[in-house]
T-cell receptor, first 109, second 112 residues
């Protein structure tokens, strides 16, 4: 499974866009990029995933570079409730998740 | 929408006791994963089941065992509990062909 690298923490002002980067330079062609977040000690919450194309849903947008070696999760209008640890995971074929250290996003008023 | 159910939500045990954690996947989901998250750590994969058969195994101690039943619920059995087993235990489920794992709220186990 490909490994991911994320900054340990980021700050974002409430109402502004939060852009969370992830490097996955060893990703293979059939591995998906998944994003989850964990608020306090709750169960990880699914946000979005993609393979090659950019994706958008009601929570966020996922931008994957053309070479697929990195991606960015965008929360368009961050709120205080978006404060959480965000995990970027690459996954193939129903495999278990390898959680890295994630990015602790602090949304400030 | 229905979510993954885990029980109990909180559990306190003494050292050397046993514990059983239960996971009820989302309806129609046929695959279950178990993860352990120690204090201040990231979730670590323990074991997974597909159609009642073990499909993958991670860093699960020999003192732990698990199974998936005909109704697809799963149980994680933990024996000879140690202080280091104190952690959050998450169950996740998915339906084959749809890839995305959905996590339950977790069981917080405290071993005294």
């Amino acid at each position: 499974d490909a490994k991911t690298t994320q900054p340990p923490s980021m700050d974002c002002a409430e109402g502004r866009a939060a852009n969370l980067p992830c490097n996955h330079s060893t990703i293979s062609g059939n591995e998906y990029v998944y994003w989850y977040r964990q608020i306090h000690s709750q169960g990880p919450q699914y946000i979005i995933h993609g393979l090659k194309n950019n994706e958008t849903n009601e929570m966020a947008s996922l931008i994957i570079t053309e070479d697929r070696k990195s991606s960015t999760l965008i929360l368009p209008h961050a709120t205080l409730r978006d404060t959480a640890v965000y995990y970027c995971i690459v996954l193939y074929n129903f495999n278990k998740f390898y959680f890295g250290s994630g990015t602790k996003l602090n949304v400030k008023p | 929408a229905a979510g993954v159910i885990q029980s109990p939500r909180h559990l306190i045990k003494e050292k050397r006791e046993t514990a059983t954690l239960k996971c009820y996947p989302i309806p129609r989901h046929d695959t279950v994963y178990w993860y352990q998250q120690g204090p201040g750590q990231d979730p670590q994969f323990l074991i997974s089941f597909y159609e009642k058969m073990q499909s993958d195994k991670g860093s699960i101690p020999d003192r732990f065992s698990a199974q998936q039943f005909s109704d697809y619920h799963s149980e994680l059995n933990m024996s000879s509990l140690e202080l280091g087993d104190s952690a959050l235990y998450f169950c996740a489920s998915l339906i084959r062909g749809e890839e995305t794992q959905y996590f339950g709220p977790g069981t917080r186990l405290l071993v005294l």
